[in-house]
């Protein structure tokens, strides 16, 4: 069984303030996008029940993985007969750059699970599983467009808004721990924040004008404090023709908006010797 894991970007991120447990109250949307990295499901006949073997194309990635919680976290709900598995990731989306790889393989993996051994858990437990393995992990359980309030994971779905944007996006090599970007904001230099309520209109009536001019993430200001490439990378994606461009979640990766995959390769080949990371990529509707 092969499950796709997709990535997302964050068009509109606000930090709204600190909350008394240490996490941060935010408003956010969230969109999956088609860069993805693949989860292998196989039957192991010598693993008995409740064991499991993980594989992965990074092989620093096996030890610690969110997958390892997320198979913890099923444990409980598994037949007693049922055999063991081998799970191999192959991993395509960069680790610490704001797209959601690591939260969006926790998240795969339990509906990977729950559908390899029929378990028929509603959406609404496997919501609940996820919501334990990290604030943005339930997104992905359905994916698509959502609103996350909270911490994150308090979600609005738009399950009928598919808004046809292409992205350039561009990792620059730089992996950014999302602990040390909260604390990195700098309150007393607050750009004014966009109107979330527009941006949505312009997803819904595929208005990318209104979309681009309604990107927001409060991270860029520390972060490109902190890292001025982020800064030159998102003002050349804008002169190369992008109608918006924003650094995605808490960084490092920056993404430009286009209105077709030609015009985001024409961009594209601006950057043929850039020492970065760079994708193509499109919005992809819930899972």
């Not at 390769?265 to 010797?273: E, K, L, P, R």
């Amino acid at each position: 069984m092969i499950i796709k894991s997709y990535a997302k970007v964050n068009l509109y991120l606000e930090v709204l303030g600190r909350l008394r447990d240490g996490y941060h109250d935010i408003d956010t949307l969230f969109q999956t996008i088609s860069l993805y990295d693949t989860l292998h499901f196989y039957k192991m006949d010598h693993l008995g029940q409740g064991q499991f073997e993980l594989e992965c194309n990074i092989p620093g990635l096996v030890s610690d993985n969110i997958i390892w919680k997320a198979i913890e976290s099923l444990k409980p709900y598994l037949p007693s007969n049922s055999k063991g598995l081998r799970i191999v990731l192959d991993k395509n989306i960069p680790m610490g750059s704001g797209l959601g790889g690591g939260s969006s393989n926790g998240a795969m993996t339990l509906l990977g699970l729950n559908q390899y051994y029929q378990l028929n858990l509603d959406e609404k437990v496997l919501m609940e599983l996820a919501s334990r393995l990290g604030a943005d992990v339930p997104f992905f359980i359905r994916g698509g467009l959502a609103r996350g309030q909270g911490i994150g994971e308090q979600l609005t779905y738009y399950d009928e808004v598919v808004c046809p944007i292409h992205y350039l996006i561009i990792y620059p090599n730089i992996h950014i721990v999302t602990k040390d970007a909260y604390e990195a904001i700098d309150r007393d230099h607050q750009s004014v924040r966009k109107d979330l309520g527009t941006l949505l209109d312009g997803l819904m009536n595929k208005d990318l004008i209104k979309v681009s001019d309604n990107l927001f993430n409060r991270f860029e200001e520390s972060q490109f404090r902190k890292y001025p490439i982020l800064k030159d990378l998102k003002d050349k994606l804008l002169s190369f023709g992008a109608l918006g461009a924003l650094m995605s979640g808490s960084g490092s990766t920056v993404f430009g908006v286009f209105e077709s995959q030609g015009k985001a390769q024409m961009a594209m080949n601006h950057f043929t010797d850039s020492p970065h990371t760079l994708f193509w990529a499109e919005n992809i509707g819930i899972a």
